[in-house]
């Protein structure tokens, strides 16, 4: 007794929540390796025939994410379903909570977890954290990164008073006359054993004009003071002082990039983060860690929405609150239905009332006006276009395929795409007009 309950508890559809049979389970892993396609899917996931070809559109690959292509979708697939496992095992390390993962990073500290989760070499996942727990580093030379913060600000305030008299003749007209003038050469900033000419940008960015008296190339790039200390400190405690020219450049290629790619605000600050971010999303890191930075970053995109520009592709998310129901809502159609459809692996086979016989697939992408594919068995293969164009989750969207396609012969009237007569080229906004009646 005892087992049988557990049996029945272990069956349950993780997409719909119905119960599963065991024959219904096997038949599934019949088809899966009898099918030719390629199936990815998670192993530990268990689906009922219906769920399961829709269940994984909702791990389907994005054309791309924050700009960069995705140029493997089963790579993505599979970074997606480890970076879940690798979440739920943080969730049960940390006691049931997600240390700062519970949206996308946007300071320092997040960056430092969404890495742990995406970086796969531990020497550098070590390195990293050396540099975020800044204090316990060996203080070479005598500095620490609170002498070198001091010193930036001390010549900040001091370029501000002795620059007073040639700014004041500025504001009030004389601009020609200061200029004239030959106003002593300021001091330069000098920390370790290299000087800089710095030079107030904004409250918040200072200009890095000379470096070691040679001019610099981005001289007009805006620096957090901040971003400056943290990477001077760094490249001291590597020893790499006689090379700072060389890696103040990098600085700033690398945070203009991340700039553009992030948003300005979300970008780290921490350059050896700064580093990583860029080494691992340009894929000079293992490109198994760029897949999974893109997966992770469109996982917290989906669930938080709120954050984001709302998108109605959320309803083809199985993280949807309406998800489970709308399978539901589903399953019952195409039992109710019966013999007329057939739930397969891929999808489904559905026979109309004109005795034409469909299939219909979920699409590669997840295309939120086209999450599937129709075709018409004799059609040579050719699509048919059914789009929506109205939100709801993608288990009432399939319900109303379904049935609009069993009832061919009436569809027709609506979806013009259906009928045989009509040559059709793209998508009609059909479905849409269904509904809408
Ligand atoms: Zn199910």
């Not at 268990?46 to 829709?54: D, N, R």
């Not at 002498?147 to 900040?156: C, D, G, P, Q, W």
């Not at 599937?372 to 709801?392: A, E, H, L, N």
């Not at 319900?399 to 069993?406: D, G, T």
């Amino acid at each position: 007794m005892v087992n049988t309950m557990k049996e029945i508890k272990e069956n349950i559809c993780n997409s719909c929540g119905c119960e599963v049979s065991k024959a219904e389970l096997d038949d599934i892993n019949k088809e899966i390796s009898n099918s030719n396609k390629e199936i990815i899917y998670d192993n530990k996931l268990l689906l009922c025939k219906i769920c399961f070809p829709w269940y994984k559109i909702a791990h389907a690959a994005p054309k791309n994410i924050l700009g960069y292509k995705i140029k493997n979708p089963d790579l993505f697939v599979e970074e997606s379903i480890n970076v879940q496992t690798l979440l739920r095992k943080n969730w049960s390390e940390h006691c049931g909570t997600l240390e700062g993962l519970l949206e996308k990073p946007i300071d320092d500290q997040r960056w430092y977890q969404f890495l742990r989760i995406v970086m796969t070499e531990q020497e550098r996942l070590s390195q990293l954290k050396r540099y975020i727990d800044m204090d316990k580093l060996p203080k070479k030379s005598g500095l620490t990164l609170e002498k070198i913060s001091l010193e930036v600000r001390e010549h900040l305030s001091y370029l501000e008073t002795a620059t007073t008299d040639q700014r004041l003749l500025e504001e009030h007209g004389w601009r020609d006359y200061a200029e004239e003038i030959k106003w002593p050469v300021l001091d330069k900033l000098t920390i370790g054993s290299n000087s800089f000419v710095i030079q107030k940008h904004s409250d918040s960015h200072i200009l890095l004009k000379e470096v070691n008296n040679e001019e610099f190339e981005y001289s007009d790039y805006p620096i957090r003071p901040f971003h400056f200390c943290n990477f001077l400190f760094r490249e001291i405690c590597e020893e790499r002082q006689n090379k700072i020219l060389v890696g103040v450049k990098w600085l700033v290629r690398i945070d203009s990039l991340l700039s553009k790619v992030f948003d300005h605000i979300d970008v780290p600050l921490n350059p050896q983060l700064q580093r990583e971010v860029y080494y691992i999303i340009q894929g000079y890191a293992p490109r198994i860690e760029k897949y999974r930075f893109l997966a992770l970053w469109s996982f917290l995109d989906k669930i938080h929405p709120e954050t984001n520009i709302h998108h109605p592709v959320t309803n083809l998310w199985v993280e949807n609150p309406a998800w489970e129901k709308s399978f539901q809502l589903f399953r019952s159609v195409i039992q109710g239905l019966g013999r007329v459809v057939k739930p397969t692996v891929s999808g489904f086979r559905i026979l109309g009332n004109s005795g034409a016989i469909y299939t219909v697939e979920p699409s590669t992408f997840l295309d939120w006006n086209q999450p599937w594919v129709v075709k018409k068995k004799g059609g040579k293969g050719k699509k048919i276009c059914i789009d929506v164009q109205m939100s709801m989750p993608l288990g009432d969207m399939l319900s109303s395929l379904a049935l609009s396609l069993r009832d061919d012969l009436n569809s027709m009237k609506h979806i013009h795409t259906l009928n045989p007569n009509v040559r059709q080229e793209d998508g009609h906004r059909a479905l849409y007009e269904l509904f809408r009646n």
